[in-house]
């Protein structure tokens, strides 16, 4: 069984995954021909928008898909076209948690998964690869292989793969560029490992051999969620600490920095913050926690659930520790929230701490100045109406004011808040800020951002995450 040499790839899923990857993809291949489709007009547009004004914000991705689209990278609504076209087929869809039904609030909604597989069985007339590249539960390409089977006309076969993407936000491209490894699952099979040389062939055009790991298909599955699970362990075990800091005096950073002198441990992933968010750690853990469950080990599902459990106490407690501060009363008070993005350098706000921490301001009755250099502002007010329920989006919109700039945002409050760590806010002029703001003034360092004995000169009351009160 020789391996098929891939000519043209169409990704389905123009999303925060898809489009990056494949667009490096098609960069870094110069004879392929890589179509990225989704059934999203608007997004697709954006994506071949003249101005580069792409659908999603991540540094270094304008330049790439400046470099090929039209050549051999193209955006398109033709799912069909794309899936008869190629012989290899990305599969990057959404897969968020389910909201209701059997294993609600755990489990990942396949629905996206399922129709995309059952579209590519429906319309191929040709042998497909096709791969599985969003992050789901293990043995998902089991049901996706039985469906594509099922599915099947005659003389058209499909291999399935599982490759992850390990790609962050707000440094997807120099990942995609320089990937720690790449990760390909297949059958153990002729035509399975077939299949998984063909797809190492495309990457080998841009990663040594020896970072392209090949395994079988539910390792690799398992793979993904244990990295994410194992780097957000990583999170919520420094903000455990950040915890012990405050209440002792002990300062997080110098913590952090000795624990990662340990070439055991390691200096990454280790700064302690307001919480992490995204649109995977959250998601994976619940996934594991619910296949423990599923696989009748409670103990693990329970291991698991605490590093979910921590993040959230991690967010209520930086919440608390602002009223607290603040004379145990946040009413009526005007308090900034610099940052909405889950973390700096991307518009993505899916699970971001800043929607929490508003959340439990609205709840106390403050009001609250936001700004963001990137968010957009339906999707502030869509994640504000959804963590709210109870509340209007009329009555949401009298209390929150978005704001142009951070000077804008500060003026007249009370306290600040750093919810994300986004570099501007590092060069704020704060002189100017405590000018403009009520006394006393305090910044609450949800992200160990600023140069807390600078502010404090200036005159500011300082709270930083993993440090004591002051
Ligand atoms: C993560 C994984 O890193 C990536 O490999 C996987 O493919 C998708 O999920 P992403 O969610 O995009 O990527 O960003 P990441 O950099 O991992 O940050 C996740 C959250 O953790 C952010 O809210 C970030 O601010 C927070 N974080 C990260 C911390 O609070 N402290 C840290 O030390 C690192
Ligand atoms: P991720 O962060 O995993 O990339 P996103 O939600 O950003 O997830 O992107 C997933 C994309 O997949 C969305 O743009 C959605 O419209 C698209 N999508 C979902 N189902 C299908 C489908 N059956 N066919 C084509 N596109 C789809």
Not at 241 to 257: F, Q
Not at 289 to 308: D, N
Not at 422 to 451: C, H, S
Request: with cysteine.
């Amino acid at each position: 069984m020789s391996p098929v040499k891939v000519q043209k790839i169409v990704c389905i899923g123009a999303g925060y995954v898809g489009g990056p990857t494949c667009a490096v993809i098609a960069q870094k291949c110069p004879e392929i021909i890589v179509t990225i489709v989704d059934l999203n007009e608007a997004r697709i547009n954006a994506w071949n928008d003249e101005q580069y004004r792409l659908p999603i914000y991540e540094p270094g991705l304008v330049e790439v898909v400046r470099s090929c689209r039209g050549k051999n990278l193209f955006f398109s609504t033709d799912v069909d076209k794309g899936i008869q076209e190629a012989d290899l087929i990305f599969v990057s869809v959404n897969t968020p948690t389910k909201k209701s039904g059997v294993g609600a609030g755990f489990a990942a909604d396949l629905n996206y998964v399922e129709l995309a597989t059952r579209r590519i069985a429906a319309v191929a007339t040709s042998n497909k690869i096709v791969v599985e590249k969003s992050t789901v539960p293990c043995r998902t390409a089991e049901s996706m292989r039985t469906i594509l089977e099922a599915n099947a006309k005659p003389n058209c076969r499909f291999d399935i793969l599982s490759n992850p993407e390990f790609l962050a936000e707000g440094t997807a491209i120099k990942d995609l560029h320089n990937p720690d490894r790449v990760l390909i699952g297949s059958l153990q099979t002729p035509e399975g490992l077939a299949a998984c040389q063909s797809l190492s062939d495309v990457y080998a055009h841009w990663v040594s051999r020896d970072q392209i790991l090949t395994v079988g298909l539910w390792s690799s599955e398992l793979s993904k969620l244990a990295a994410n699970a194992m780097l957000a362990q990583r999170i919520s075990s420094i903000n455990a600490l950040s915890a012990i800091c405050e209440a002792t005096g002990a300062n997080i950073d110098e913590v952090a920095n000795a624990v990662g002198y340990d070439s055991r441990i390691g200096p990454k992933f280790l700064k302690a913050s307001v919480g992490f968010g995204g649109s995977c750690f959250q998601k994976d853990i619940l996934n594991l926690v619910y296949l423990s469950e599923s696989l009748h080990l409670p103990e693990v599902a329970a291991y698991w659930r605490q590093v979910v459990e921590m993040n959230e106490h991690q967010k209520s407690r930086f919440a608390k520790r602002v009223v607290d501060s603040l004379f145990n009363t946040i009413t009526n008070k005007r308090i900034t929230v610099l940052g909405f993005a889950f973390k700096a350098d991307t518009g993505d706000t899916r699970e971001s701490a800043a929607i929490s921490l508003i959340r439990d301001f609205l709840k106390e009755k403050a009001n609250v100045n936001l700004y963001d250099p990137q968010v957009e502002e339906h999707q502030i007010w869509q994640d504000l109406a959804e963590a709210s329920p109870n509340l209007s989006l009329e009555t949401i919109k009298k209390q929150v004011n978005i704001c142009s700039s951070s000077l804008e945002a500060c003026k007249d409050a009370e306290a600040i808040v750093i919810a994300t760590e986004w570099k501007e806010f590092k060069e704020i002029d704060w002189e100017t800020v405590y000018q403009g703001m009520n006394k006393p003034a305090f910044v609450f360092d949800g992200r160990l951002l600023v140069d807390e004995d600078k502010l404090t000169k200036i005159g500011f009351k300082v709270v930083t995450i993993g440090r004591g009160s002051l």
